[in-house]
């Protein structure tokens, strides 16, 4: 009766997959992967490389630049710990591993 309001859905036959079109269909997640290894996962590990890096390389009267904003000089260095001089006479001690980078002779002028 209402036939020719809804046309009826006939099923197609296809062609059994080929071990070749399996393959392909899987191309785009190792392209997807490839692209997030490049330009995700690649430069974080290397950025996370020199951080571990310098921190391994601090010295007394390194100027340095924490976490949390504080600029000072490394007056005491332990495994776990730094000791930094905010001011004169003034001392805090933060984690080591809440230093952001080494600041050099240029970025202090």
Do not use: C, N
């Not at 992967?33 to 601090?58: G, N, T």
């Not at 332990?78 to 933060?94: H, M, N, P």
């Amino acid at each position: 009766m209402l036939e020719w309001l809804i046309p009826a859905a006939y099923a197609q036959t296809t062609a059994a997959a080929t071990p070749a079109a399996t393959w392909l269909s899987f191309l785009p997640l190792f392209l997807i992967i490839i692209v997030f290894y490049f330009f995700i996962i690649r430069p974080q590990s290397k950025r996370y490389k020199e951080h571990k890096d310098m921190l391994a390389a601090l010295q007394k009267k390194d100027q340095v630049v924490a976490a949390g904003g504080l600029l000072g000089e490394v007056v005491h260095v332990g495994d776990e710990v730094i000791t930094l001089e905010i001011a004169q006479g003034v001392r805090v001690k933060v984690s080591k591993a809440s230093v952001s980078y080494k600041l050099t002779q240029a970025d202090l002028k």
